[in-house]
């Protein structure tokens, strides 16, 4: 064989010419696709302007010849595949295409955010660049494009179907020719301009609400207005109010509420005792905290001739004074539940009602609805009864009163107090061996001075007290959803509120098993014997220093509690079907109840589902914005606390901790002594390059293999606190 043959059959000649023909094959590939995404960005960019060919090689700035011809063949195939109209000769974006999704931005950061889809598995990842304006929560329509780069769907956010907020809490920055407001708000990334002649008089460093009226223009910052000056930034009053108003809740009632309210006469006509079955002579209580005055629950108890006792269940009757579709329902609806933030209660109906007609006050009749219980000394249900009532308190207890009476057996009503307790006790150990999971998470509530300033954090107890009169009410609201539901006979069931909750994540409760071990706990995480197996753990662990972070762990697992028409069952209690019934005066869910438990003890038909749904599903975000604000106001006054402690300290004072999360980007530490939680940025952590495991619920050093774990016990310094941000920033010591 000759030289040249030879070279000729080379094994590394023709592996070098199929390198270069792959090359350039991907290289065209890529340039189609580029060009693709290029040609629709263009036209989503104005969905209702048509283009001819021409101005699209225009505003591409397509010169050579190959680059048109390819834009004329993609134009042709994205026309038949029907992403994109054509009409004589010009072209359009179809919005209704397959490629064009409706979702919910949730922007994550500065630079990103993901559009939620419903149905789709994953969610669409679209830089900042290609939001076009649409903020955290809004409702838009996305294009999504499939990159060769990447496995995730990428997009670009092509039309704003409904903002979720146009109003935003905010710092005012003055200067000589115009204003800027910095929101408060963790996801909104734009300072909003505001021109001087609407500042209302705002005054720089006043926290305002300030509404955003024009952003039309993509990178620049939005345009708006201050609507209301809430007060100087780190006052008590303004940062309560920002609260609420950064969360998007109502704080004050409107002056036509509170007069319709204030017109509600609170004399009960004879003529409406005489409809209902009268309980004022029967020994009838509250058990409220020590602060309250919305008194929504009062428990009656005798003992009838078999020996069996009769416990009832009296839960305000709201709906006999708030009437559908009045200013006062719609009012109460919008709120959809009262917020407890750490200072006060913002109620969700006006004052009138809540404090004085509706609530059970003692040495007052009452109109109440009714659960009505026989149940024997050993607490099996014999007979219930729903219906309209009236009642009078004789004592208005405090959970502290009547946990006295537990314990030593004396005072008023002790026989009564002390029976509905052994049968509360009854009540809580059959739910538990039905499968309900028992946890018992460290609540917190603020001592402050005539100024609102924290003086010091104190930890909620729940004693049995608290459990007697939680049974009952799980008892009243379990029977009032099955009975409902059991009403009427065959496939279709009377629509009704249920309160349901689903089983736990199967990996987050594997990531908990395998967290558990390291602290000498078992965890069953398959089968029927998971909810028993939680609660042996919750058991063991009371009182130890790992409680808080694995019950806390295990919350985490679980979802979330919802409001909704579908009769699903309520995973963490055990129950087929749940409601709930006991709440009227704080939640509206429970006005929807007493309503339809009316209509169908009535005889009533089964009422319009997809309204119901549509309530429900406002009424579950609205708790969902009420229990973030709640916490925002706890963190609030928990960063006061510290930065007060941090003043009057030596800069360099240790306080002990335990890991109470673990992120990509450091350690949180919940302090011991205050129950007040920081972070550590693992940049700030010496000696090491540390990364998160999300496994093992760790940060690992790379050199030196140090492990900080959820759950450790560590020692810390207060580096800094931000109000503002609600952060407290510490240092591992």
């Known amino acids: 064989m000759s030289k040249n043959e030879k070279n000729n059959t080379t094994k590394p000649k023709r592996k070098r010419v199929r390198k270069r023909k792959k090359k350039s094959s991907e290289f065209v590939e890529f340039q189609t696709d580029k060009v693709k995404d290029v040609l629709l960005s263009l036209l989503h960019s104005s969905p209702q302007k048509q283009l001819s060919l021409k101005q699209i090689h225009k505003k591409l700035q397509a010169k050579h010849i190959k680059i048109k011809e390819l834009i004329e063949f993609l134009l042709e195939e994205l026309t038949k595949k029907g992403s994109i109209s054509r009409v004589n000769n010009n072209y359009q974006i179809r ?3 397959e490629d064009v999704l409706e979702g919910v931005v949730d922007y994550v950061s500065r630079d990103f955010a993901y559009i939620m889809v419903e149905g789709q598995e994953r969610d669409i990842w679209v830089g900042s660049k290609h939001l076009n304006t649409a903020l955290d929560g809004d409702t838009v329509k996305v294009i999504v494009h499939k990159f060769k780069k990447s496995n995730r769907p990428e997009g ?3 039309e704003i179907l409904k903002r979720a907020r146009t109003e935003f809490v905010g710092r005012v920055e003055l200067s000589a020719r115009f204003a800027f407001v910095v929101p408060d708000h963790k996801k909104m990334f734009y300072d909003i301009f505001i021109n001087l002649q609407d500042t209302k008089g705002a005054k720089h460093g006043d926290k305002v609400i300030a509404q955003i009226t024009e952003w039309d223009e993509k990178g620049k910052n939005p345009i708006g207005k201050i609507t209301k000056i809430l007060g100087k930034a780190g006052e008590h009053e303004t940062e309560m109010h920002s609260i609420m108003a950064e969360y998007g809740l109502p704080l004050d009632f409107p002056q036509s509420i509170v007069k319709m309210a204030n017109k509600i006469s609170e004399e009960i006509p ?6 209902r079955r009268d309980f004022r002579k029967i020994p009838t209580f509250t058990i409220d905290p020590f602060d309250a005055k919305d008194f929504d629950d009062a428990l009656s108890i005798r003992q009838l001739e078999n020996g ?3 416990v009832g269940v009296h839960i305000a009757d709201v709906t006999h004074y708030v009437k559908p579709d009045t200013i006062l329902d719609r009012e109460a609806l919008e709120r959809g539940t009262s917020v407890y933030l750490v200072d006060r209660v913002v109620p969700m109906l006006p004052e009138k009602l809540s404090n004085h007609i509706c ?5 007052e009749d009452k109109l109440t609805f ?5 149940l024997t000394p050993q607490g099996k249900l014999v007979e219930e009864w729903f219906g309209k009532t009236i009642i009078n308190s004789q004592r208005r207890f405090t959970y502290e009163e009547a946990q006295e009476v537990i314990e030593t057996g004396k005072g008023d009503f002790a026989v009564e107090i002390q029976t509905l307790n052994k049968l ?7 739910r538990y061996r039905s499968g309900a999971i028992s946890f018992e998470t460290v609540e917190v509530k603020f001592k402050l001075d005539e100024k609102g300033r924290p003086l010091e954090v104190v930890p909620k107890v729940r004693k049995e007290a608290h459990k007697l009169i939680e049974e009952f009410m799980l008892l009243a609201n379990k029977r009032v959803a099955e009975f409902v539901y059991k009403l009427r006979k065959g496939k279709i069931k009377n629509t009704m509120v249920f309160r349901t909750h689903d089983a736990p994540d199967a990996e987050k409760l594997e990531n908990l098993k395998v967290f558990a071990k390291q602290f000498g706990y078992h965890l069953e995480t398959e089968g029927k014997n998971i909810a028993k197996s939680l609660n042996q753990m919750a058991i063991a662990s009371e009182g130890k220093v790992e409680q808080n972070v694995l019950q806390s762990l295990a919350i985490r697992t679980m979802a ?10 309520h995973y963490g209690l055990a129950f087929k079907h749940y409601t709930h019934f006991t709440s009227p005066i704080r939640r509206y869910p429970d006005i929807l109840v007493h309503r339809l438990l009316e209509h169908y003890l009535a005889g009533g038909e089964p009422v319009n589902q997809i309204e119901l749904e549509q309530k429900c599903k406002h009424s579950s975000d609205r708790e969902k914005k009420a229990a973030d604000a709640e916490r925002a106001s706890i963190k609030y006054k928990q960063v006061e606390l510290m930065q007060i402690i941090a003043s009057q300290s030596h800069p360099l004072q240790v306080f002990e901790g335990i890991i109470s999360g673990v992120t990509e980007w450091g350690i949180y530490v919940e302090i011991t002594e205050t129950k007040c939680e920081g972070m550590v940025r693992l940049a700030d952590i010496q000696g090491d390059y540390y990364e998160y495991d999300e496994k093992s619920y760790s940060v690992i050093g790379s050199r030196y293999k140090k492990v900080y774990r959820l759950g450790d016990k560590v020692k810390v310094r207060i580096k800094a606190t931000d109000l503002e941000k609600r952060v407290i920033d510490l240092l591992l010591a």
């Open 424 to 430: 509360a006790l009854i009540l809580q150990k059959n």
């Open 359 to 363: 609530s059970l006050r003692p040495h």
């Open 308 to 310: 069996n006792w009769e």
């Open 560 to 569: 979330k509690a919802k409001y909704t028409t579908e009769p699903l069952p």
């Open 95 to 97: 919005l209704d295409s």
């Open 270 to 275: 004879s003529e409406e005792i005489h409809k």
């Open 370 to 374: 009714s659960a009505v219980f026989e």
């Open 156 to 158: 670009e956010v092509v």
